[in-house]
């Protein structure tokens, strides 16, 4: 590793999320030179870059906010949903985690019709109640509000939580490694679990920078999900242990 790499990793174990502009600052580099250096960072998956600035990427347990999230591997995320958005159809009952990368369907959700809708996201909901398609039907999980995530934790006494059972679930995940999928929040791996036992197909939606990142909570195995849906081709060994699973890998040609 470079001694600029190394300083920079140095900088984020204090700031943890700093921008572009302060790090140029204390390096006393160019932003064309400091940006080649993150491009190495990232693709080892240490860091992330965001908007403006970058962050940390090992902290296993700590949920991001969702304001956060919603500028993180955009494109990598509208990739993913051209593929997953063929897979919602007229009179389905579905359920919408409280990811950013599962919101990122809801304009094309919007445009299906005679949809029931379950979802745990605050932000989620809200976006589809604004959608001024009537023919929707939108419930919200009830519990405690998670301000960090914009996520609802629901009690188990919550009749929603427990009358539905969907034709169809869209999950994402905090990270994934060949022994299965993760989350960094004990409550969230907990909802997607119990959701999952109610869903007759499930597809996790992950980009590829959550590949090779394992957390604290394991929400599943590989042959939990009918079907997993990245942006670009992974490599060999997961492709295999997809494929083994019994669950199937699509990514964009």
């Known amino acids: 590793m470079e001694l600029r790499e190394k300083e920079i990793l140095t900088i984020l174990q204090k700031k943890k999320h700093i921008s572009n502009k302060e790090l140029c600052e204390i390096l006393h580099c160019s932003i064309s030179s400091l940006r080649r250096s993150l491009i190495i960072l990232e693709e080892k998956n240490i860091v992330t870059r965001v908007r403006g600035g970058v962050m940390l990427s090992q902290f296993p347990n700590l949920e991001y906010s969702h304001s956060f999230r919603e500028e993180t591997n955009v494109i990598e995320k509208k990739k993913i949903i051209s593929i997953a958005k063929d897979f919602v159809g007229p ?21 299906v019709p005679n949809l029931v809708i379950i979802t745990n996201s605050l932000k989620t909901a809200t976006l589809l109640s604004e959608s001024n398609n009537e023919s929707f039907k939108i419930f919200i999980t009830g519990g405690e ?20 059972y969907y ?23 907990t909802i997607k679990k119990e959701m999952m036992s109610r869903a007759k197909q499930k597809v996790l939606l992950a980009d590829n920078t959550k590949f090779d990142s394992t957390h604290f909570f394991k929400i599943s195995n590989f042959s939990d999900y009918d079907t997993i849906i990245t942006n670009k081709e992974p490599n060999d060994t997961y492709i295999d242990l997809i494929e083994k699973s019994g669950s199937e890998i699509i990514y964009p040609a």
Not at 94 to 105: A, K, R
Not at 145 to 164: A, K, T
């Open 91 to 111: 009179g389905q009952c579905i359920f919408l985690d409280s990811s950013s990368t599962v919101q990122q369907l809801i304009p094309f959700i919007t445009q």
């Open 145 to 164: 509000i998670n301000m960090n995530s914009s996520s609802v934790i629901p009690s188990s006494n919550d009749s929603i939580y427990s009358s539905f």
């Open 167 to 189: 034709d169809l679930a869209f999950f994402s995940c905090r990270g994934l490694n060949e022994d299965g999928i993760y989350e960094a929040s004990f409550n969230q791996a």
